[in-house]
């Protein structure tokens, strides 16, 4: 098995793009989210994503492939809202170790297939975890703002329920990733280190925050400077930002991020801003071009696509992310 630390050495790695944007063209059904299995459900399960990695397999593996074939080296897995407290939405708390195991297994079969027909390029499975759908920083309640709707310990045990699955279903790493509160995050990241010491592992981690708009900060408050911070006590493979902008607008933020980490730096933007419909127009060439300035200044690592974007976007970034070489950090033995 490669390692993912030698394969950063060698090249940039790319990341794959949008779940959400690819099953959007399946045009999935109430039916079809709840298959067989779920029929009778007494909840609404459309837009449960995560499901239908247990109803929908074919359709999860199918993406992953795509995703594959257009150059990605990493696949995340369908586990963004693989948590109790997000899965408490659709009164599903009690599928979250299936879902998050059989989301891996799907990937991780993929990924194995790929690997074996071509060798040179091995490619990985990241465990995706998302933020949860609850701050443990901020109140909800403006009229209370000493309110929280979850405390440290109730994300920490979720998140180690999700970490323990994904690992089990095969993930060679775990993402961190959408971070608006990184109080969750740490959360995420001290059940990520509980796990790794009870079964004397060591699996890589990959921290992505989320800069929410354009005075630079978290939803929580944070610079780039500070959230580096309070998360960088933690030995990371890679630490950078997702979501939330288009490439062209993330790079400042970018750039002072790979200025003060020796972590490897990773980014998967967005296909531009949302238009007044909520969608994403960025074009693959044009992405490529905002992306190809991260590459030309020496910022990243690990480079991919967040909302909006699609196997073409990822081909587009494949594409010019192999005429550069990785930003070089000194890696202590």
Do not use: W
């Not at 592992?201 to 400077?225: F, H, K, N, W, Y």
């Not at 003060?260 to 969608?279: I, Q």
């Amino acid at each position: 098995m490669s390692n993912i630390k030698d394969e950063l050495q060698k090249r940039i790695l790319v990341l794959d793009g949008a779940m959400g944007t690819m099953l959007q063209q399946y045009n999935f059904s109430e039916e079809d989210f709840r298959g067989e299995r779920f029929k009778d459900y007494p909840s609404p399960l459309k837009g449960n994503n995560d499901l239908l990695s247990l109803t929908q397999p074919k359709a999860i593996a199918e993406i992953h492939a795509k995703y594959f074939e257009a150059g990605a080296d990493i696949v995340e897995t369908n586990t963004f809202s693989g948590t109790t407290i997000a899965m408490a939405d659709y009164d599903m708390e009690d599928l979250v170790y299936e879902l998050n195991f059989e989301s891996a297994k799907i990937a991780r079969e993929v990924a194995d297939k790929f690997t074996k027909e071509n060798p040179d390029q091995p490619r990985f499975v990241a465990g995706s975890i998302g933020p949860t759908n609850k701050t443990a920083s901020l109140s909800p309640d403006v009229n209370r703002p000493e309110y929280r709707a979850i405390t440290f310990n109730e994300l920490r045990i979720a998140y180690k329920q999700q970490v323990e699955a994904l690992i089990d279903g095969g993930a060679d790493l775990l993402l961190v990733e959408t971070i608006f509160d990184t109080l969750n995050a740490k959360a995420a990241l001290f059940a990520i280190e509980e796990v790794k010491e009870e079964r004397h592992i060591d699996i890589p981690i990959m921290v992505s925050g989320t800069i929410t708009d354009a005075s630079g900060r978290t939803l929580s408050g944070q610079t780039v400077e500070a959230f580096l911070t309070s998360i960088s006590h933690i030995p990371l493979l890679s630490v950078g930002f997702n979501c939330a902008l288009g490439a062209q607008q993330l790079k400042p933020y970018l750039q002072r991020l790979s200025n003060e980490t020796d972590f490897y730096t990773s980014a998967h933007p967005n296909a531009g801003l949302p238009n007044a419909f909520g969608e994403y127009d960025e074009t693959p060439k044009q992405m490529q071009q905002y992306i190809e300035e991260y590459l030309k200044d020496d910022l990243i690592n690990i480079i991919g696509g967040c909302c909006g974007t699609s196997p073409e976007h990822i081909k587009a970034i494949a594409d010019v992310a192999k005429n550069y070489k990785p930003r070089l950090i000194v890696v202590s033995v």
